[in-house]
T-cell receptor
Framework: NAGVTQTPKFQVLKTGQSMTLQCAQDMNHEYMSWYRQDPGMGLRLIHYSVGAGITDQGEVPNGYNVSRSTTEDFPLRLLSAAPSQTSVYFC????????????FGPGTRLTVL | AQSVTQPDIHITVSEGASLELRCNYSYGATPYLFWYVQSPGQGLQLLLKYFSGDTLVQGIKGFEAEFKRSQSSFNLRKPSVHWSDAAEYFCAVAPFFKYIFGTGTRLKVLA
């Protein structure tokens, strides 16, 4: 049971480039989320999904797209990277029970030059 | 609006000393409350959570937290800190699964 996995661990982009951050979970969780972590700001919700085919925006969605074609995978796409998107990105998943724990992946450290 | 405040950005304690990390929240109903720990370069690990019932919650690694509705607080405590507890600690409130995190408290432990 690998839990929540993220690839890559590190990435450097140039302004204007696009890329996809991968996230997968093997716990059959319906709920998945993407957060970004910036110094002094904690974690902020970017997008989330309540099941395959259903996604919605979080607190800071601009510049990011998501899709959820399977229960296991929840990729995050940066359409045209900007320096303001330099951050550490965490994917998380949890079950549908009210008391279920949210599990976090190890993170992807992204630098946009 | 829902929010979480962790008033202490940095805390330094000596190994073996007691620890209390503060967390205050703003939420309209009875919240789900969490404490996570993040070691350098790592993801977040759940220490403990409160949903209902007993207001004193026991977690992993010897941590506990007390929910005080009247003070809108959920402070994290540990009676004796170990050097391995040095990390960043995040309090979160969950309107269901859309977690709202505090800005974190970085703990330094002196030998």
């Amino acid at each position: 049971n690998a839990g929540v996995t993220q690839t890559p661990k590190f990435q450097v982009l140039k302004t204007g480039q696009s890329m996809t951050l991968q996230c997968a979970q093997d716990m059959n969780h319906e709920y998945m989320s993407w957060y970004r972590q910036d110094p002094g700001m904690g974690l902020r919700l970017i997008h989330y999904s309540v099941g395959a085919g259903i996604t919605d925006q979080g607190e800071v969605p601009n510049g990011y797209n998501v899709s959820r074609s399977t229960t296991e995978d929840f990729p995050l796409r940066l359409l045209s990277a900007a320096p303001s998107q330099t951050s550490v990105y965490f994917c998380a998943s949890r079950g549908t029970g009210g008391a279920d724990t949210q599990y976090f992946g190890p993170g992807t450290r992204l630098t946009v030059l | 609006a829902q929010s979480v405040t962790q008033p202490d950005i940095h805390i330094t304690v000596s190994e073996g000393a007691s620890l209390e990390l503060r967390c205050n929240y703003s939420y309209g109903a009875t919240p789900y409350l969490f404490w996570y720990v993040q070691s350098p370069g790592q993801g977040l690990q759940l220490l403990l959570k409160y949903f209902s019932g007993d207001t004193l919650v026991q977690g992993i690694k010897g941590f506990e937290a007390e929910f005080k509705r009247s003070q809108s607080s959920f402070n994290l405590r540990k009676p004796s800190v170990h050097w391995s507890d040095a990390a960043e600690y995040f309090c979160a409130v969950a309107p269901f699964f859309k977690y709202i995190f505090g800005t974190g408290t970085r703990l330094k432990v002196l030998a």
